[in-house]
T-cell receptor, first 110, second 117 residues
Framework: KNEVEQSPQNLTAQEGEFITINCSYS?????LHWLQQHPGGGIVSLFM???GKKKHGRLIATINIQEKHSSLHITASHPRDSAVYIC????????????FGQGTTLQVKP | GAGVSQSPRYKVAKRGQDVALRCDPI?????LFWYQQALGQGPEFLTY????????KSGLPSDRFFAERPEGSVSTLKIQRTQQEDSAVYLC???????????????FGPGTRLTVT
């Protein structure tokens, strides 16, 4: 079993829909990261959080440390949101290396 | 300011050839990470530097993989006698600092896509 699991693996939505991507992890962490990767492009950090909730524009990330679960929400989705969204954790007491989930491929159709 | 850069962006190597992949981190960033991303998968950790010291190389898949960061800035990942299973995107990331208690945001380069034929 992977230490970081994401669901769903693939997601297709219509423009304007509310989207949720889930991440569960099995190790103790110092932080959880949500990352975005466009085809052929590099990885961009969206959020780094260790508790509660963060919001940036139409993106919201939440984390429940007790349940070892995080969600990434996209409100009013747009075709330009189409990308791979990756959840990654920084294990506590570690060097800062990240353990990644397998990614969620999101396609938003106009 | 300049982000993390990697070169080459694409590399095709014949099986058995040696390759060298370069990473230029953000100026002043203490920590540097190498990750390997197979097609359709999430990245996997290879190795980590704090300044010039290689503090963790537990993710290097074999002794054919070697990384260095001699002056604490630019890093090179070298793969000797490449095999087809080495085909992947190699990502470099840097961050300001790292510790076991706090995490810092990592900034990723565009990656080098290595294809071994």
């Amino acid at each position: 079993k992977n230490e970081v699991e994401q669901s769903p693996q693939n997601l297709t939505a219509q423009e304007g829909e509310f989207i949720t991507i889930n991440c569960s992890y099995s190790v103790g962490i110092s932080a959880l990261h949500w990352l975005q990767q466009h085809p052929g492009g590099g990885i961009v950090s969206l959020f780094m959080l260790s508790s509660g909730k963060k919001k940036h524009g139409r993106l919201i990330a939440t984390i429940n440390i007790q349940e070892k679960h995080s969600s990434l929400h996209i409100t009013a989705s747009h075709p330009r949101d189409s990308a791979v969204y990756i959840c990654a954790v920084s294990p506590s007491g570690n060097t800062g290396k990240l353990i990644f989930g397998q990614g969620t491929t999101l396609q938003v159709k106009p | 300011g300049a982000g993390v850069s990697q070169s080459p962006r694409y590399k095709v190597a014949k099986r058995g050839q040696d390759v060298a992949l370069r990473c230029d981190p953000i100026s002043g960033h203490v920590s540097l990470f190498w990750y390997q991303q197979a097609l359709g998968q999430g990245p996997e950790f290879l190795t980590y530097f704090q300044n010039e010291a290689q503090l963790d190389k537990s993710g290097l898949p074999s002794d054919r993989f070697f990384a260095e960061r001699p002056e604490g800035s630019v890093s090179t990942l070298k793969i000797q006698r490449t095999q087809q299973e080495d085909s992947a995107v190699y990502l470099c990331a840097s961050s300001e600092q790292t510790s076991g208690v706090f995490s810092y945001e990592q900034y990723f380069g565009p990656g080098t896509r290595l294809t071994v034929t």
